[in-house]
């Protein structure tokens, strides 16, 4: 956007002692005009770190937390309305409210974005154009304040609000003379971009199943872990104010937040809202500037209010859903419900670790997810944006931080192959699943720049620098990959779809490269790793991670596989791995046709295992197996994997192309009677395959749409071609 036609505006005021822990009062910012008639009205606004807008008293769109958060010296985005239905001819006010978001964070917390290179205090840039023609622009002549009804916001504790402050200033006609003429103000100091992938929005409104006195008030169940905040309803005498506090886990009758305000200090309100009443009658109110992670939330300081009179509001990124898997398992269906959940409940602009004690853009738990998120959500520009934020995040050397966006935290810890690898696997998995090669163009100089970086590391064609196989269960006898192994696999890997984006690109010396460096680690691994029939320490994740990623293949592969399912059956079909281990476990054994043996882990309610924690009340899926990790949080979606081996192994839906051109449809039977579903909008049309089993007969509910080439292959017959169209088919 140009500049030109408009200037950023604030109080003037400036971040200087980098002081936290202070009161922070939402900006109001507005302006008064006069329009004549006119056919066609836009606006675009970059308001930072967040803003709400409205136009003569009425709020502009329904999108929330806008603009998505960015290294905002690097990027900052604007995001552009059609304001027609709320101009009237003659006099009008655009109203601005602006809250501090990840741009002036005022919390002290352990990666130091209370530090960041680019905080500074809330700004506005605002242009209208009117008929085609500018006819508003933010300059000196706006009015502004910081008295108002907004009295404290900060992203990582909460938000107050004291409606005994409200005085209509969003209307025509208020007096703002007591208000200071805006102040030309620095830029963020990066690009302007228009803002693309899907606003935060509001998607969903839980309420309470059930509520009971605590020590200091009434406790909420909303019944599932979400992220958002709370909306009430309430009536409260004037001046008195009613404190919600947040959090995902109880002790006793009681919140526990100690597992989620465990890096965030100087605040004795972590993830706490409050607000005091006007009094005058139901007084509804929600935060504006900050989210929270929580299933539970306590009200202090009003009588036995009625269990509806309080809402949940499920807010996150708003992903087009497009996949959907179901089954006659309980069990499954949880853990898809489960996974889904936490990957929303961690999509707020950037791909999080969890919603609550960081809101980090964590890397390696994307990279992950990224093979079932392609299939179940529209991706693309969520990805476009996001993968951005991590070029941007990039230094010169090459190397990349674990977490993006970030204030300078992360570069020599937490980060590594892979986590480094959403840089590569993101946009690769997009391309599979859709044929879309916009977001290797992202990437491409950045990700040339990072293999210069990796080969520094390089030693006789193996790597390490990464973290290690994160978060495995506190199980005795653990045999955790070596770190050479499995940075070097992901090394590998990064290699491969490099030279497959250099092939896409039509850079034909640079995919011969890029194929012969990752032939030389993938020879590299064997030598040092693989002997025979054994891998490393013949640990679960060690023979998982060379399958998983093709290090070894054919016959010896078959050998590797067999060892690995009866190493799995000798642990009780218990996991003995870590992130890195299970993505590769489940997927290998299943490539390699042991999906009855991956099946028997996750189908199970004994520690460590997706039923347990479905056994311990969890609604979402957790970062630690344990029930009583004292550090763990309880959404985080870097065991998620599953979703996609639900998808692929047990519904059967197999994209063995790129965009489906090729697809097997491939079921797999986990009990004598049963029966499960998966479908996915693919760039051909609706895919679907519902099947059943009972006894010896399957009876499937398939729809192709044309250009796809489809294979059905069942159990001990041999695979037939499947026609495009919509019709059952009936097997005895």
């Known amino acids: 956007m140009s500049l030109l036609k408009g200037k950023w505006i604030g109080t003037g005021e400036r971040v200087i002692t980098r002081t936290t822990g202070e009161k922070s009062p939402a900006l109001q910012l507005r302006k008064q005009f006069t329009v004549k008639d006119f056919q066609t009205a836009t606006c675009k606004i970059c308001g930072l770190g967040a803003y709400v807008l409205h ?53 002290r917390d352990t990666w130091g974005f209370y530090q960041a290179p680019w905080r500074d205090m809330p700004k506005l840039w605002f242009s209208l154009r009117i008929d085609g023609e500018v006819a508003l622009v933010s300059d000196v002549t706006w009015k502004c304040s910081t008295d108002g009804a ?26 703002d003379c007591g208000w200071q003429n805006a102040c030309i103000v620095a830029s963020p100091g990066g690009k302007s971009e228009r803002m693309e992938l899907p606003p935060i929005r509001e998607c969903e409104r839980l309420q309470a199943v059930d509520m009971w006195r605590s020590e200091k008030g009434w406790v909420y169940d909303f019944g599932k872990n979400i992220a958002g905040y ?73 009588d036995a209010p009625p269990i509806e009179e309080l809402t949940a509001i499920f807010a996150h990124t708003d992903l087009k859903k497009k996949g959907d898997f179901q089954s006659s398992d309980e069990l499954l269906n949880w853990i898809y ?70 204030s300078g935290w992360g570069y020599n810890w937490g980060n590594g192959p892979a986590w480094d690898c959403a840089l590569f696997f993101l946009p ?73 984006i250099c092939e896409l690109r039509g850079e034909p010396q640079k995919e011969k490269a890029y194929r012969a460096h990752a032939e030389k680690v993938k020879q590299a691994v064997r030598k040092k790793y693989v002997h025979g029939d054994g891998v490393d320490n013949n640990g679960q994740g060690a023979l998982a991670e060379v399958l998983y990623f093709k290090i070894v293949e054919g016959e010896q592969g078959k050998r590797i596989a067999k060892k690995l399912a009866e190493t799995i059956k000798a642990d009780d079909y218990k ?95 986990f009990a004598e009677t049963c029966s499960a579903s998966a479908e996915t909008e693919t760039p051909h049309g609706k895919l679907r395959f519902a099947w059943q089993k009972k006894d010896n007969e399957f009876i499937a509910d398939i729809k192709i749409p044309n250009g796809i080439n489809a294979v059905l292959k069942l159990p001990n017959r041999e695979s037939v071609k499947v026609k495009s169209g919509k019709f059952m088919i009936k097997i005895n």
Not at 70 to 95: H, I, M, Q, S
Not at 159 to 166: L, M, V
Not at 585 to 612: E, F, H, I
Not at 619 to 634: A, C, Q, V, Y
Request: aromatic share 16%; proline share 3%; charged share 25%.
């Open 150 to 175: 907004t009295v404290h916001n900060a992203i990582r504790t909460g938000e107050y609000y004291d409606a005994r402050k409200e005085d209509g200033w969003r209307e025509v006609g208020y007096d």
């Open 428 to 500: 690769y998995a997009l391309y599979k699943e859709t044929g879309d090669t916009a977001c290797f163009d992202v990437v491409f100089d950045a990700a040339e720049k990072y293999f210069r970086y990796a080969e520094y590391y390089e030693q006789d064609g193996l790597v390490c620098y990464g973290l290690s196989d994160w978060c495995p269960p506190q199980l005795p006898d653990l045999k955790l990959m070596d770190n050479r192994l499995s940075d070097s696999c992901y090394y590998y890997g990064m290699l491969s779809v490099m030279a497959t």
């Open 55 to 107: 136009i003569n008293g009425k709020r502009v769109g329904d999108d929330v937390l806008s603009p998505a958060f960015t290294a905002y010296d690097k990027r900052a985005l604007y995001v552009e309305y059609d304001v027609k239905e709320y101009l009237v001819k003659g006099t009008n006010v655009v109203a601005v409210k602006l809250g501090d978001g990840f741009y002036n964070q005022t919390t």
């Open 230 to 302: 709370v909306e009430l309803r309430l009536s409260g005498k004037r001046g008195q104010t009613a404190e919600i506090r947040y959090a995902e886990k109880l002790n006793g009758k009681e919140l526990d937040r100690s597992n989620i305000d465990c890096y965030v200090f100087d605040t004795d309100a972590f993830s706490t809202d409050k607000y005091t009443f006007a009094g005058v009658g139901v007084e509804t109110w929600k935060p504006e500037f900050v989210y929270h992670g929580f299933r539970y939330a306590e009200l202090i300081g009003c």
């Open 337 to 406: 419900d489960a996974g889904i959940r936490s990957f929303l409940s961690n999509w707020h602009g950037i791909s999080e670790d969890c919603p609550h004690r960081e809101k980090n853009g964590w890397t390696g738990d994307a990279a992950i997810s990224a093979d079932y998120a392609v299939a179940n959500f529209d991706m693309k520009e969520a990805y476009k944006k996001w993968l951005g934020d991590i070029v941007d995040s990039q230094r010169v050397s090459g190397q990349l931080p674990g977490i993006a966006p970030t």
């Open 575 to 669: 996991y003995k791995v870590g992130i890195l281990g299970l993505k590769a476990l489940l997927n290998a054994l299943s490539m390699y046709g042991y999906t009855d043996v991956a099946y028997k882990t996750v189908a199970r309610y004994d520690y460590p295992s997706y039923g347990y924690w479905k056994a311990n009340g969890a609604t979402t899926l957790w970062e630690f197996w344990e029930s009583d990790s004292k550090t763990g949080t309880r959404n985080h979606h870097m065991y998620a994997d599953v979703v996609n081996w639900l998808f692929r192994n047990v519904a059967g839906i197999k994209n063995a192309g790129v965009a489906y051109d090729v697809c097997v449809f491939e079921p797999y039977f």
